[in-house]
């Protein structure tokens, strides 16, 4: 709570007019996964010009890195290329690494502001994430309360969540007023949590938000491309190069990227969204024991056994060979409540606490009337 503590000097200075046509997007974190789609979909639903904030030396090399990104996720469109213009910046730094005239510039033409970049790590701590995740957050709240109020469209994790209270919170209003004492555990999710405060405040400060918290996103429900860095993958892939697996049962949210980027999207369009906190999971999940069942129809060999037991044929594993795609999360799977870490990563849920339910009413209300649906967890969609 007391890092949750926004400039003081970032305040809507003018009156915010909301349009369903804006000509300027802001988007941080293109190069990720998600921002990836998100990228492709305000293409696909808005006539804008999208400015995303890239580290790259030049305009020039900036472009190239986002082309190539795209292009990996299948995504890159040759005839919309145009639209896109790179910003060559640092969320870590002050401004966002931009000159003040430059980012006087920015405030200037901007109209929306999408923020999804973020420093993902398993095992830093929030310190060694505080300077993107918490910081990089104030400096965005700054762009959007300059010149002109632009509203910001915020990216956030279900990680945050660690009481039945704080899940059931709707309003940006509410999340500003509530008094959490449970903090969650990781550094990354610690830096989320403190960062949607500063855009809790920023709402007080009369600039327009919107929290997106997403599940555990999962490859396209059609094309099949993933995300081969995020811990599920890397613990499908884990598992069946062990041929063995940890006899827990959890459940396992898998959210395809298209529904989120698509759902998002067309949810920020709407102004009735503003002020509001959209949960973006899926509800139609697969316990472990039976997406386990399903790769041993595919033809993987995968035996059953005791958490320690697995545990220690990680470990023995990992000093054999360091190129089992779990070795990297032995410090995560190595803590004294490894097990319960273990159904945090498939299930979301707290290692003190009940499975929580997240009430995604603001999702499913935002989403009527629309063909926005998110595939189940099924045969047909894992074998894609």
């Known amino acids: 709570n007391a890092e949750a503590v926004l400039d003081s000097r970032i305040r809507a200075e003018t009156s915010f007019k909301h349009t369903n046509q804006p ?29 995303s904030l890239v580290r790259a030396a030049n305009a020039e090399s900036g472009k190239k890195k986002l ?34 005239q430059q980012f006087k510039l920015m405030s200037q033409k901007i109209d929306i502001i999408y923020h999804n970049a973020a420093a993902i790590n398993l095992v830093y701590s929030y310190s060694a994430l505080k300077a993107t995740n918490v910081l990089g957050t104030q400096e965005i709240l700054r762009l959007a309360s300059q010149i002109k109020v632009k509203p910001v469209h915020y990216i956030s994790t279900l990680s945050v969540l660690s009481s039945e209270e704080y899940a059931q919170v709707k309003e940006i209003q509410e999340l500003h007023n509530f008094s959490h004492s449970q903090i969650p555990s990781g550094g990354y999710a610690q830096t989320k949590w403190v960062a949607e405060k500063l855009v809790s405040t920023a709402y007080n400060r009369g600039i327009p938000v919107s929290i997106y918290r997403l599940g555990r996103v ?36 898998m959210t395809p990227v298209d529904y989120v980027s698509k759902a998002l999207i067309h949810l920020s369009s709407q102004k009735q969204s503003f002020n509001k906190i959209f949960h973006l999971s899926n509800h139609q999940a697969i316990g472990s024991l039976e997406l386990f069942k399903w790769i041993r129809e595919f033809g993987y060999s995968l035996v059953p056994m005791s958490y320690n037991q697995w545990q220690t044929e990680l470990i023995n594993a990992s000093e054999s060979s360091l190129d089992n795609p779990l070795y990297p999360l032995i410090p995560f799977f190595a803590g004294k409540e490894t097990e319960d870490a273990l159904k945090q990563e498939s299930s979301e849920q707290n290692s003190n606490s009940a499975e929580l339910k997240f009430d995604c009413q603001n999702t499913t209300d935002g989403l009527v009337d629309t063909s926005i649906v998110c595939p189940p967890v099924d045969a047909k969609l894992l074998n894609t």
């Open 23 to 51: 000509s300027r997007i802001f988007l941080t974190g293109a190069t990720g996964f998600v921002g990836a789609f998100l990228l492709y979909e305000l293409l696909q639903q808005t006539n804008a010009n999208i400015y």
């Open 218 to 253: 999962s490859g396209h429900s059609k094309t099949g491309v993933c995300n081969t860095s995020v811990r599920l993958y890397r613990l499908l892939k884990g598992f069946i190069q062990m041929e063995c697996v940890p006899d827990v049962k959890t459940t396992v949210d």
């Open 67 to 100: 082309q190539k990104h795209l292009d990996s996720n299948l995504i890159w469109d040759e005839s919309l290329s145009i639209r896109i213009i790179p910003v060559i910046g640092d969320l870590s730094q002050p401004l966002l690494g931009l000159s003040e």
